[in-house]
């Protein structure tokens, strides 16, 4: 299993703050794909696994993340099992206790999209998720891609909508971690293993994860 991150230079700190997290609990199979020089640059001065990779994730005409399924994609396709995680998704205890074998989605929860909420009551959040490379969800990514070959779209919006819209995954399976597990309230508790608390899309990072006490990084 390989655990991934994707960042560009607004995010080198809070990349480097996410890994010493990670080394907290000797975790080191993980790889930060920079999306720019400067971040890169920083990350390797300061020994993070990074890759640079040449991906249009975050740009001035918004989010990208269609290109962040189609790379995923080509690791699943190389039988890579992926565990992705935000870089402002803090691994406060060490959860990949909650992956086995047995499934081929293991996945935090959201709200959003909100049609897929009000169906079922939840839905999964491409910020703290596993896929295991398995031909289900080989063929989940597959018929996403190719459902929205030459548009962008939002991952977390088309994924949810192709398993929970369609009867063609009924061998799927799925666990869907507890809220506490993976958090998304303000604060976490005692339960949380990963804090992801909501934010604003265009703040500070750095400040907001100093003042929910998710910081370490002191450099």
């Not at 991934?4 to 990349?15: T, V, W």
């Not at 040449?54 to 918004?62: P, V």
């Not at 962040?68 to 870089?87: A, G, P, Y």
């Not at 998710?214 to 450099?219: D, E, N, P, R």
Request: glycine share 4%; charged share 25%.
């Amino acid at each position: 299993m390989k655990i991934i991150a994707f960042g560009n230079s607004r995010y080198k700190k809070i990349a480097h703050n996410w890994a010493l997290y990670l080394k907290r609990h000797d975790i080191n199979n993980y790889i930060i794909y920079s999306l720019d020089q400067d971040i890169y640059d920083y990350l390797v001065n300061h020994k993070i696994n990074t890759e640079l990779v040449n991906l249009n994730m975050f740009n001035k005409n918004g989010y990208g993340w269609n290109s962040r399924m189609q790379f995923i994609t080509q690791l699943l396709d190389k039988n890579i099992d992926v565990l992705h995680s935000d870089l402002d998704a803090i691994w406060l205890k060490n959860p990949l206790g909650f992956i086995s074998d047995e499934f081929d989605v293991v996945a935090s929860t959201g709200a959003f999209p909100r049609d897929i909420n009000k169906k079922i009551g939840y839905t999964l959040c491409m910020g703290w998720i596993y896929y295991k490379s398995s031909s289900i969800v080989k063929q989940i990514f597959r018929n996403i891609l190719s459902n929205h070959s030459e548009n962008k779209f939002d991952d977390q919006v088309e994924f949810n909508r192709e398993i929970f819209n369609s009867q063609k995954y009924e061998n799927l399976q799925l666990k869907v971690l507890d809220k506490n597990i993976i958090s998304r309230k303000n604060p976490h508790n005692d339960q949380t293993y990963v804090a992801h608390p909501l934010s604003p899309k265009n703040i500070d990072r750095e400040c907001f994860l100093k003042n929910k006490k998710l910081w370490v990084l002191t450099a």
